[in-house]
């Protein structure tokens, strides 16, 4: 039977990272009184500006702070008398685990074991005035189920995990800690395995900002090995959606998967954000005035900067999510077209281009560690 939670009170772990700050936005439209706590150690991935609207109102905090601190978290679940802990933080980037895994390993298993800790501590072993009514919401990752080859069935939440990267491993390492604290101990868990998010906010090391970015500075667009690795695609939004979901209806104890049934093959999005801003080019000329180095502001298409580079070492080659169990027991379907989708966070990066100059001139690097060395 599925259960309800009312969740009224959250504390949101990475809240300043790429899907952690799109959560927050849609939780505080969807829920304007509900008590929101971010909590990020601002690691390069966490960026205050992409808070700044929640900053102002009341009903919003956030603590600069590490998940490995058991005792900060401790703290927080009981000064803010959470009901609901919806875990973000991560290293989140496969290449950087490649060339340096040791942090995956501390933030993604150490860390998500030192919040079970925390959890269990506050809302199991030392209840005092806590809510006998908690939610621990673990956001999981597709990259657990391994690879697929071609005409393969999509990954189900019955699918045998078999992580391939040292970032998909300490996910999956972390996903068991999860699922082990609900059947010794009890606590209310419930976990989602989402595929490959894009949207607003997203930190320019990943394909689709990458890629609008270099197009506008006129730098080549890499491409990993043919091109051909296929992803499922859901636009950030649709993510934070079926997250709600699990959270308020999702059966503890169960993983939901949660896709956005768009398969693409790496060099499709390439050229189809190519294809985008060229049309965005010739329709509006301030475009080439602003970035005079992108080729169709010099009458040229973008698509002129595709090169392909060695692949990555041990990439997977196809993701692809079956979503069927989370469709039929918790409603969730995907609103976004992936064609709309990618206009939207086009249009995005192409409106709010201080906040990716900060990070690319090193600006916000400085200001962080002046204000928070
Ligand atoms: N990006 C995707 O396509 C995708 C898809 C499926 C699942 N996920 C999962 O969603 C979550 C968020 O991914 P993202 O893309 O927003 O990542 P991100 O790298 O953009 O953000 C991670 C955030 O966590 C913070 N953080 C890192 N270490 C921390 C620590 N020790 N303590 C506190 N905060 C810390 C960072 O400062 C940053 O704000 C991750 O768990 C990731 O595995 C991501």
New binding site residues.
């Given amino acids: 039977m599925t259960e309800h939670h009312k969740p009224e009170r959250l504390l949101v772990?990475?809240?300043?990272?790429?899907?952690?700050c799109n959560f927050i936005h849609y939780w505080l439209d969807q829920h304007p009184h509900d008590h929101v706590v971010a909590?990020?150690?601002?690691?390069y991935?966490?960026?205050l500006a992409s808070l700044e609207d929640a900053r102002s109102r009341d009903n919003f905090h956030l603590v600069h702070?590490?998940?490995?601190d058991t005792e900060l978290v401790e703290r927080l679940l009981r000064d803010h008398r959470i009901d609901t802990l919806v875990h973000?933080?991560?290293?989140?980037?496969v290449d950087r685990s490649i060339h340096g895994p040791d942090a995956f390993i501390e933030?993604n298993i150490v860390?998500t074991h030192s919040l079970l800790k925390a959890a269990k501590q506050v809302w199991l072993d030392d209840p005092g005035t806590a809510t006998a009514d908690h939610r621990f919401h673990h956001?999981?990752?597709?990259e657990v189920y391994g690879s697929l080859e071609p005409g393969d069935p999509a990954f189900a939440e019955t699918t045998p995990y078999a992580p391939n990267s040292p970032y998909s491993a300490s996910?999956a390492a972390s996903d068991h800690l999860v699922r082990a604290y609900h059947h010794t101990y009890g606590l209310n868990v419930v976990t989602s395995n989402?595929?490959?998010?894009y949207g607003p906010y997203?930190?320019p090391e990943?394909l689709i900002p990458l890629v609008i970015i270099n197009i506008l500075h006129g730098k080549p667009l890499p491409i990993y090995g043919d091109g051909m690795n296929i992803r499922d695609w859901l636009y950030v939004d649709d993510h934070a959606r079926g997250i709600e979901l699990c959270i308020q209806q999702g059966q503890v104890g169960e993983t939901y998967n949660i896709g956005g049934n768009e398969e693409r093959t790496n060099i499709d999005i390439v050229r189809t954000l190519c294809t985008l801003l060229d049309a965005r080019f010739q329709a509006d000329a301030s475009l080439a005035a602003r970035f005079p180095d992108a080729p169709p502001a010099n009458g040229q298409a973008s698509d002129s900067l595709i090169t392909y580079v060695k692949d990555r070492p041990g990439h997977d080659r196809r993701y692809a999510i079956d979503a069927t169990k989370t469709e039929q027991t918790l409603g969730y379907q995907p609103v976004e077209t992936f064609e709309r989708g990618m206009e939207k966070t086009l249009d995005w990066y192409l409106a709010n281009e201080p906040w990716w100059q900060a990070i690319l001139s090193g600006e916000y690097t400085q200001w962080l560690e002046k204000h928070y060395a």
């Fill in positions: 772990t990475g809240g300043a990272g790429f899907i952690g909590l990020d150690a601002l690691t991935a966490g960026n702070g590490d998940i490995c973000f933080a991560a290293e989140s980037h933030t860390g956001v999981s990752t597709d996910k989402c595929s490959n998010n997203q930190f990943k």
